[in-house]
Protein backbone atom coordinates (compact mmCIF):
# COMPACT_ATOMS: atom_id res chain seq x y z
CA UNK A 1 0.00 0.00 0.00
CA UNK A 2 1.46 3.26 -1.00
CA UNK A 3 1.44 6.04 1.62
CA UNK A 4 0.28 9.05 1.32
CA UNK A 5 3.97 10.79 1.39
CA UNK A 6 5.09 8.32 -1.60
CA UNK A 7 2.09 9.48 -3.43
CA UNK A 8 3.29 13.40 -2.47
CA UNK A 9 6.80 12.63 -3.62
CA UNK A 10 5.68 10.68 -6.76
CA UNK A 11 2.92 13.33 -7.66
CA UNK A 12 5.75 16.13 -7.28
CA UNK A 13 8.73 14.07 -9.23
CA UNK A 14 5.93 13.75 -12.03
CA UNK A 15 5.09 17.29 -12.17
CA UNK A 16 8.44 18.61 -12.43
CA UNK A 17 10.18 16.24 -14.84
CA UNK A 18 7.13 17.46 -17.11
CA UNK A 19 7.40 20.66 -16.21
CA UNK A 20 11.44 20.60 -17.23
CA UNK A 21 10.92 18.67 -19.69
CA UNK A 22 8.68 20.94 -21.75
CA UNK A 23 10.29 24.56 -20.36
CA UNK A 24 13.74 23.48 -21.61
CA UNK A 25 12.21 22.07 -25.15
CA UNK A 26 9.49 24.49 -25.93
CA UNK A 27 10.04 27.51 -23.40
CA UNK A 28 6.48 26.53 -21.99
CA UNK A 29 5.29 25.21 -19.04
CA UNK A 30 1.84 24.24 -19.81
CA UNK A 31 -1.72 25.27 -17.75
CA UNK A 32 -3.21 21.56 -17.79
CA UNK A 33 0.23 20.45 -16.20
CA UNK A 34 -0.98 23.29 -14.19
CA UNK A 35 -4.24 22.24 -13.43
CA UNK A 36 -3.64 18.40 -12.99
CA UNK A 37 -1.13 19.03 -10.16
CA UNK A 38 -3.39 21.90 -8.24
CA UNK A 39 -6.49 19.44 -8.56
CA UNK A 40 -4.15 16.49 -7.95
CA UNK A 41 -2.38 17.87 -4.91
CA UNK A 42 -5.70 19.28 -3.18
CA UNK A 43 -7.19 15.86 -3.67
CA UNK A 44 -3.90 14.60 -1.84
CA UNK A 45 -4.47 16.68 1.14
CA UNK A 46 -8.08 16.00 1.83
CA UNK A 47 -7.55 12.60 1.47
CA UNK A 48 -4.59 12.91 4.17
CA UNK A 49 -6.28 15.86 6.25
CA UNK A 50 -9.68 16.35 5.29
CA UNK A 51 -10.48 20.12 5.69
CA UNK A 52 -7.13 20.91 8.04
CA UNK A 53 -5.38 19.35 4.69
CA UNK A 54 -7.10 22.34 2.49
CA UNK A 55 -5.83 24.81 4.59
CA UNK A 56 -2.54 23.27 4.39
CA UNK A 57 -2.82 23.49 0.46
CA UNK A 58 -4.64 26.37 0.24
CA UNK A 59 -1.88 28.16 2.20
CA UNK A 60 0.89 26.60 0.46
CA UNK A 61 -0.33 27.75 -3.50
CA UNK A 62 -1.06 31.06 -1.72
CA UNK A 63 2.05 31.75 0.19
CA UNK A 64 4.13 30.29 -3.27
CA UNK A 65 2.18 33.13 -5.13
CA UNK A 66 3.61 35.82 -3.09
CA UNK A 67 6.87 34.60 -3.18
CA UNK A 68 6.96 34.65 -6.74
CA UNK A 69 4.83 37.36 -8.42
CA UNK A 70 7.70 40.20 -7.61
CA UNK A 71 9.55 38.05 -9.65
CA UNK A 72 7.07 37.98 -12.35
CA UNK A 73 5.90 41.64 -11.97
CA UNK A 74 10.09 42.51 -12.81
CA UNK A 75 9.65 40.43 -15.52
CA UNK A 76 12.62 37.82 -14.36
CA UNK A 77 10.02 34.83 -14.35
CA UNK A 78 6.90 34.00 -16.23
CA UNK A 79 3.88 33.68 -15.62
CA UNK A 80 3.82 29.19 -15.97
CA UNK A 81 7.46 29.06 -13.86
CA UNK A 82 5.07 31.49 -11.14
CA UNK A 83 2.34 28.98 -11.31
CA UNK A 84 4.68 26.01 -11.46
CA UNK A 85 5.81 26.81 -7.74
CA UNK A 86 2.03 27.47 -6.69
CA UNK A 87 1.90 23.47 -7.55
CA UNK A 88 5.12 22.89 -5.67
CA UNK A 89 3.27 24.62 -2.60
CA UNK A 90 0.09 23.02 -3.16
CA UNK A 91 2.04 19.78 -3.15
CA UNK A 92 4.47 20.81 0.05
CA UNK A 93 1.84 22.70 2.02
CA UNK A 94 2.36 25.80 4.02
CA UNK A 95 4.81 24.03 6.84
CA UNK A 96 7.08 22.51 3.98
CA UNK A 97 7.10 25.83 1.64
CA UNK A 98 9.58 28.16 3.23
CA UNK A 99 12.86 25.93 2.86
CA UNK A 100 11.56 24.98 -0.61
CA UNK A 101 11.40 28.83 -1.80
CA UNK A 102 14.72 29.75 -0.40
CA UNK A 103 16.16 26.60 -1.89
CA UNK A 104 14.41 27.75 -5.37
CA UNK A 105 15.55 31.45 -4.93
CA UNK A 106 19.44 30.11 -4.09
CA UNK A 107 19.06 28.03 -7.57
CA UNK A 108 17.64 30.56 -9.14
CA UNK A 109 20.49 32.64 -8.70
CA UNK A 110 23.08 30.66 -9.17
CA UNK A 111 21.68 29.59 -12.50
CA UNK A 112 20.92 33.18 -13.95
CA UNK A 113 24.44 34.24 -13.45
CA UNK A 114 25.76 30.81 -15.09
CA UNK A 115 23.26 32.21 -17.75
CA UNK A 116 24.28 35.61 -17.73
CA UNK A 117 28.01 34.46 -17.95
CA UNK A 118 27.70 32.28 -20.69
CA UNK A 119 25.68 34.60 -22.65
CA UNK A 120 28.56 36.91 -21.77
CA UNK A 121 25.89 39.55 -20.86
CA UNK A 122 27.61 40.29 -17.30
CA UNK A 123 28.39 44.22 -18.43
CA UNK A 124 24.58 44.68 -19.31
CA UNK A 125 23.67 43.45 -16.08
CA UNK A 126 25.52 45.89 -14.28
CA UNK A 127 24.07 48.48 -16.22
CA UNK A 128 20.61 47.28 -15.97
CA UNK A 129 21.17 47.07 -12.17
CA UNK A 130 23.04 50.49 -12.61
CA UNK A 131 20.20 52.09 -14.27
CA UNK A 132 17.35 50.57 -11.76
CA UNK A 133 18.75 51.77 -9.23
CA UNK A 134 19.59 55.13 -10.23
CA UNK A 135 15.65 55.48 -11.61
CA UNK A 136 14.34 53.99 -8.14
CA UNK A 137 16.68 56.85 -6.38
CA UNK A 138 15.49 59.04 -8.30
CA UNK A 139 11.24 58.66 -8.21
CA UNK A 140 11.46 57.98 -12.00
CA UNK A 141 9.40 55.42 -13.64
CA UNK A 142 11.68 52.80 -14.84
CA UNK A 143 10.80 50.54 -17.97
CA UNK A 144 11.67 47.12 -17.81
CA UNK A 145 12.29 45.73 -22.05
CA UNK A 146 13.27 42.51 -23.54
CA UNK A 147 14.26 44.34 -26.95
CA UNK A 148 17.77 46.44 -27.21
CA UNK A 149 16.23 49.81 -26.29
CA UNK A 150 18.01 52.80 -25.12
CA UNK A 151 14.78 53.99 -23.49
CA UNK A 152 14.37 50.92 -21.03
CA UNK A 153 16.57 48.61 -19.25
CA UNK A 154 17.30 45.52 -21.34
CA UNK A 155 17.56 42.14 -20.44
CA UNK A 156 20.39 39.81 -20.24
CA UNK A 157 18.86 36.87 -21.32
CA UNK A 158 16.15 33.95 -20.82
CA UNK A 159 16.78 30.98 -18.70
CA UNK A 160 14.09 27.75 -17.66
CA UNK A 161 13.28 28.35 -14.35
CA UNK A 162 11.19 25.43 -13.90
CA UNK A 163 14.87 23.71 -13.80
CA UNK A 164 15.38 26.16 -10.66
CA UNK A 165 11.94 25.16 -9.21
CA UNK A 166 12.97 21.64 -10.21
CA UNK A 167 16.19 21.54 -8.29
CA UNK A 168 15.27 23.89 -5.61
CA UNK A 169 12.23 21.61 -3.95
CA UNK A 170 14.15 18.77 -4.59
CA UNK A 171 17.22 20.65 -2.06
CA UNK A 172 14.39 22.33 0.15
CA UNK A 173 12.44 18.50 0.02
CA UNK A 174 15.63 16.84 0.65
CA UNK A 175 17.15 19.29 3.98
CA UNK A 176 13.48 18.52 5.79
CA UNK A 177 14.01 15.06 5.59
CA UNK A 178 17.70 14.64 7.05
Given at each position: M???????????????IY??????????????L??????????????????S?G????????????????L??????A????K??M?????????????V?V??YLV????????VLM????M???R???????????H?????????????I?S?????????????????V?T???
Amino acid sequence: MMTYAALELGLLAGVLIYACYTDLRFRKVYNTLIVFGLISSLGLWLLNASVSGGVQWLQGVGLAFMCFMPLYLLKSMAAGDVKLAMVVGGIVGSAAWMPVAVCIYLVGGVLAMGVVLMQKQGMQLMRSLNAMLFFKLHHTPVQLDMEDETGGINSVGRMPYALAIAIGTLMGVYTQHM
